[in-house]
């Protein structure tokens, strides 16, 4: 058996008659840029969100830098976030000229919220947490900091479109959310694209000009802009991916709960909340100090699996000059123990199954 980390020839299987559908509509018409797909899909996305404003953009990292450069904030201001994520999350901080001030990260692999307020400085601007792998960082600490710091709070929400904490949506608790709509992330479109979400009418207004060169009309350009609209095709297909998504990131939880319920004592499983969150699982992240031999065990066996992150972002060579002395004990420890197994929602039971077994085989071993 091949046990795939993600299984998109599946999934175009089964969304092939309405994406092709939706291709033919969109090119008989010929709207291929800031057209009616675009409009429906954030209206779309705003009434599921329950969020006042819904910006579809070119990518996360794009509408990030945009978010930055609209809330005003001056070349060295900080901005609080974590090392154990993605290189875009400090890639965005710094391409802007701010600066990412890194705290360590707690059991559940997110910001430790315990630790920020040391890193508050007179130039601190903001707090960024990843919502890592669809698991809720602590919102009513952030939130309360944030409160008593006056800071914004902007969500990395990449991994976690569809995970609520208490009522809300994650991405519409902070002052704004950023959503990745790439392939590997659970709700995506069939290439780049991105997601700004926040009840800000000011920061809606500029970030909507913002994404086409400032314009308000074909020909008037009020303030700085760049290209980063998501087109209308990728805004159609993801108009298709929204009426799955309920229903995908339950079987994702559905999944992770069994692979805990089987695994919770040979290895340590997600920490997670089902009282006050329905994590997405964009990713299932265990920890194990034998992680190197067991992914080469399970690698024997025909089944994939990643690691999320290998590299903390303050070891990384592009940030090794700004960030190489600090030390997050955790983040680096984390590394070396950390493997996210296979989770996808196309994943059947006997696959899910034989995950277990032969992770409990190679314990035994
Ligand atoms: C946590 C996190 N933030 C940001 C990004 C960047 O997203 P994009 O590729 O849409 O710019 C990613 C993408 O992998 C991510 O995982």
Avoid at 79 to 84: E, F, Y
Avoid at 323 to 336: A, D
């Amino acid at each position: 058996m091949i046990v795939k980390f993600t299984n998109f020839p599946k999934e175009f299987k089964i969304l092939k008659k309405d994406l092709i559908k939706k291709f033919n509509k969109i090119g008989s018409k010929g709207h291929y840029v800031l057209g009616e797909e675009l409009k429906n899909f954030e209206e779309n996305i705003q009434k599921f969100l329950k969020v006042k404003h819904v910006l579809g953009v070119g990518n996360w990292t794009e509408g990030t830098v945009m978010v930055l450069k609209a809330l005003g904030y001056k070349r060295g201001d900080e901005i609080i976030t974590v090392s154990n994520s993605f290189i875009a999350t400090c890639g965005a901080i710094a391409y802007e000229g701010l600066v990412p001030k890194l705290v360590d990260v707690g059991d559940d692999l997110n910001i430790d919220v315990k630790k920020i307020e040391k890193r508050i400085t007179k130039k601190t601007k903001a707090i960024m947490p990843v919502h890592l792998s669809g698991i809720p960082s602590d919102l009513d600490q952030l939130n309360k900091i944030c409160k008593k710091k006056k800071l914004h709070l902007i969500e990395d929400a990449a991994h976690a479109f569809g995970t609520k904490y208490k009522k809300n949506y994650i991405g519409t608790i902070g002052d704004v959310g950023i959503f990745s709509l790439h392939p590997r992330k659970s709700f995506h479109v069939l290439g780049d694209g991105g997601l700004i979400i926040t009840n800000n009418t000011n920061l809606y207004k500029k970030i909507l000009m913002m994404r086409n060169h400032g314009l308000i009309n074909r020909d008037k350009s009020l303030i700085w802009g760049t290209n980063s609209r998501l087109d209308n095709l990728q805004a159609g297909f993801g108009n298709i991916m929204l009426k799955k998504i309920s229903s995908w990131n339950r079987k994702q939880l559905n999944i992770a709960k069994t692979y805990t319920k089987h695994l919770n004592k040979i290895l340590k499983t997600p920490k997670f909340n089902l009282k006050i969150s329905n994590p997405t699982f964009h990713q299932y992240i265990i920890r194990t100090k034998y992680r190197n031999k067991l992914k080469n065990y399970l690698k024997k066996n025909n089944i994939e699996t990643a690691i999320h992150y290998p590299i903390p972002i303050h070891r990384q060579t592009s940030y090794k000059k700004e960030f190489g002395k600090i030390s997050l004990p955790k983040t680096e420890y984390f590394s070396k123990e950390i493997l996210s197994l296979p989770i996808n929602p196309h994943m059947t039971a006997t696959e899910v199954k034989y995950v277990i077994k032969k992770i409990k085989e190679f314990f035994k071993s």
